[in-house]
């Protein structure tokens, strides 16, 4: 049959992105990619939408435009609450009668779809979505209504008449009014779509630039089992995955740089009978320990979400499904994304705690990027929203839309369940609060009217911290800076401050370190990975097994989880050189690891004791330093991150640094092979003795003015009694400085400097410039201050 226009409805391949003011923003975009990504392979159900006219036509048929706009008279006098109006509008649209041509046509358009399929009456969702025809721009998301699992003409019919009355949500007149919207010129278009069944399979939502830092070459993707409501509701802790976009089309790279499991405790379903068309149940223990996605379907999903970003010319909000019977995937939204894509880049604040090591509550999630102070306040339900104060920090397991027009009030939100795409962390980004999602326990653990700091301004992890914590903040701005010859590069320990810093103009990273992956993400000595069987304390394996649930190869857990963080990094600068130094631990941090008490000595002096180079080539630790190349020739080969350079920390001597390279060899690492370039941390006197030799073996040399400070003084750089003796202005430091520059470079090698020095104090950025350093790597914080004094510096010593 073919399919016939009306005033009252539009096919979605009838329509497209110019179309929002016919049939609202999502309905539009159904029909866009419908008609322009369809053809290049990206799947979307079909369907079909009511106009804006249908809704004027129901309005008018029930003389409901005078009563409507009587009420919001009323509200907006203070005659009545919001809550008043609302309920009273809807319940005059759902005392209305459909105009027999309208519930006629959405009839026989309904059937005509049902055609399609050999299932009878097509099971269909169905949403509302908002239009005006002078507001192209508005967003109007999440504030009207989805109905799921809808069948038959008579069911679809009675729900459209509450998409109607959904136009008049709480939420959604506290928007218009917010906005200045005319609540009489805004329409309402539904949109019916072929339900794609996922009861055994999953769905979610994706994004095409980081969520949190606006990072643009990334794609988020979260997923659940079953349907996606769980997902945006922030009903479950979802799966998470990065994905790189400039690589996806790239040959043999598989540019997943993350994937995080999540707890998804439970998962929607179809209910077989009852007023309630879907509902939760638990998943079961396999269902949890799982990934949602296989690595292929991830890819997959994310080239369809760099194709719909590249076709609308904006960064997307997607949400996606896998069908049951067949396990295809399929697109079901997009809409542009609508935060960050509206910021300015010129600058931005950064956040730090004047009390390290305070006491953390929980963690979770951050949303935003902010600290603030607050009164912790338990909501339950919607009533607990009255009375709230602006100090109060929202506890709940979830938000609820409804609870839209209180939440702007406040400091903060906490919730137990959700993922970066979920309802609580939308809310928040837009209203621009400061949340922590997906704690766990946040309500069983935080007490009513208890002090707390909220931390969603250091990294991806958000922090809830016990008392008012003082911090400082620090507006940097990037307008304006000079570009000075000198590469300004970045100094990262944790993969989760590497998008936050993208904005920053540096030319990569000069110092990341490993060690911190291990100790805050894999947790477990890698000894203990490569020989479990050597672990003998029960409680220290049951740890492993727990923390390597899922991982049948134990030393799989260790490549995954450290490529994974050096990925992040590595993604975040990229093309940019990022020099990845191996791990550093002293034997006394390595035996804190899980499992570690195993496997280390008990030194006298951890300091000068067994660490860095010496440790790859020993029996003691060969087979760790194995998963740690294993884990770098990923990130390079498979991944295709290859901007990373290795770096070898505290190499003794020639002797030892021609050992190291034999292993990495052996690993499938060799100094030039891929364009492998293989840096050497310059940090011993010896380095520095025999600058020429070591620049034989290495292809760089980054300065590391810690250690070489306390070598050539003989201070222990942690001895508080002798701190007044470390002194990196010493002249025999920078005598030794100034030869390892000159003559590195008479060798034809680079040389870098990553130590703390230049962070604290920017005349020794000047004493570096001065000496012809070719990059010099600062803590992000620094890096405006530092920029401008090294291109004062640069100008001085050129004239």
């Not at 400061?434 to 992890?461: C, D, F, H, M, N």
């Not at 050597?534 to 799989?556: C, H, M, P, V, W």
């Not at 630790?621 to 390079?636: M, T």
Request: glycine share 8%.
């Amino acid at each position: 049959m073919d399919k016939q226009s009306s005033p009252y409805i539009r096919w979605f391949e009838e329509v497209g992105i110019d179309d929002v003011g016919l049939v609202g923003g999502k309905n539009a975009s159904l029909g866009e990619m419908i008609k322009h990504l369809e053809p290049m392979g990206v799947r979307v159900p079909n369907g079909f939408a009511t106009t804006a006219e249908a809704y004027w036509a129901f309005m008018k048929e029930n003389s409901l435009e005078a009563p409507v706009e009587e009420e919001i008279g009323r509200f907006r006098r203070g005659d009545i609450s919001l809550e008043e109006a609302g309920r009273s509008i809807r319940q005059m649209i759902n005392k209305g009668v459909f105009p027999i041509p309208l519930a006629e046509k959405i009839r026989a358009a309904y059937s005509e779809l049902s055609g399609q399929y050999d299932t009878g009456d097509v099971d269909v969702a169905v949403r509302s979505s908002a239009t005006a025809e002078d507001l192209p721009d508005a967003s109007f998301a999440g504030q009207q209504e989805t109905y799921l699992n809808i069948r038959g003409g008579d069911e679809l019919v009675g729900i459209c008449k509450k998409c109607f009355a959904s136009l008049f949500t709480d939420r959604a007149i506290s928007y218009r009014e917010e906005k200045g919207f005319d609540h009489m010129k805004v329409a309402l278009s539904i949109g019916i779509q072929k339900m794609v069944r996922a009861d055994k399979a999953c769905s979610g939502v994706m994004f095409t630039v980081d969520t949190e830092s606006g990072f643009p070459n990334v794609v988020l993707i979260n997923g659940s089992w079953g349907l996606g409501e769980n997902v945006v509701q922030g009903t479950v802790n979802p799966d998470q995955f990065f994905v790189f976009k400039p690589f996806l089309n790239a040959e043999e790279k598989r540019p997943i740089i993350e994937k995080i499991k999540g707890s998804k405790e439970l998962k929607m379903v179809y209910a077989s009978e009852g007023e309630n068309k879907t509902k939760n149940l638990p998943t079961s223990m396999m269902e949890r320990q799982s990934f949602v996605l296989g690595d292929e379907e991830i890819l997959r999903l994310a080239r369809w979400a760099a194709d719909i970003e590249k076709h609308y010319g904006k960064p997307m909000d997607i949400e996606w499904v896998k069908e049951d019977s067949t396990g295809e995937l399929y697109i079901v939204q997009a809409r542009p994304e609508t935060i960050h894509s509206q910021q300015a880049g010129g600058s931005f604040k950064t956040y730090r705690l004047h009390e390290d090591g305070a006491p953390v509550l929980i963690r979770g999630l951050s949303i935003g990027n902010n600290i603030v102070h607050g009164i912790i306040k338990h909501v339950h339900d919607i009533t607990d929203l009255q009375n709230l104060q602006p100090d109060h920090i929202l506890v709940t397991e979830m938000t609820e839309p409804d609870w839209v027009p209180s939440l702007k009030n406040v400091a903060g939100i906490i919730t137990d369940f959700g993922g970066r795409t979920c309802h609580a962390a939308i809310v928040s980004r837009e209203l621009g609060i400061s949340a922590v999602v997906g704690t766990g326990e946040g309500t069983k653990i935080l007490e009513e009217g208890q002090e707390v700091t909220l931390s969603s301004g250091e990294g991806e992890e958000g922090k809830i911290y016990e008392g008012k914590i003082d911090f400082e903040v620090n507006e940097v701005d990037l307008d304006d800076l000079p570009e000075p010859q000198t590469d300004i590069m970045l100094n990262l320990a944790t993969p989760e401050s590497a998008f936050k810093w993208w904005r920053l103009p540096v030319r990569g990273v000069g110092l990341a370190r490993m060690e911190f992956i291990i100790s805050q993400h894999i947790r477990i000595h890698p000894m203990a990975l490569a020989h479990p069987e050597r672990i003998i304390n029960e409680d220290e394996f049951a740890k492993i097994r727990k923390l390597t649930r899922g991982y049948s190869d134990l030393e799989q857990y260790f490549v995954d989880k450290l490529s994974s963080g050096i990925a992040k990094i590595a993604a975040s600068q990229h093309p940019d050189p990022v020099i990845v130094r191996t791990s550093d631990f002293k034997t006394n941090e390595y035996a804190d690891l899980i499992g570690g008490n195993e496997f280390e000595p008990d030194e006298q002096n951890p300091m000068l004791g067994w660490r860095g180079a010496s440790r790859y080539y020993s029996d003691g630790y060969r087979d760790g330093f194995a998963l740690e190349c294993r884990a770098l020739k990923k990130v390079r080969a498979e991944i295709g991150l290859d901007n990373v350079i290795i770096m070898i920390p505290f190499c003794r001597t020639l002797t030892e640094a021609r050992k190291v390279l034999e292993q990495m060899e052996t690993f499938g690492l060799r100094r030039g092979e891929n364009d492998l370039q293989i840096y050497m941390m310059c940090e011993i006197p010896s380095n520095y003795i025999l600058t020429e030799e070591y620049a034989e073996l290495f292809d760089g040399f980054s300065i590391g003015s810690n250690d070489l400070t306390q070598l050539i003084l003989g201070v222990d750089r942690d001895s508080a009694d002798l701190a007044y003796l470390f002194d990196e202005n010493d002249p025999a430091v920078k005598k030794a400085i100034r030869e390892v520059i000159s003559r590195g470079h008479q060798a034809g090698i680079r040389i870098g400097f990553c130590g703390q020095a230049p962070s604290d104090n920017t005349d020794y950025a000047a004493f570096l410039v001065e000496c012809g350093i070719d990059s010099i790597s600062l803590n992000p914080d620094s890096v405006v201050s530092v920029i401008k004094k090294v291109y004062q510096a640069e100008h001085k010593h050129s004239t």
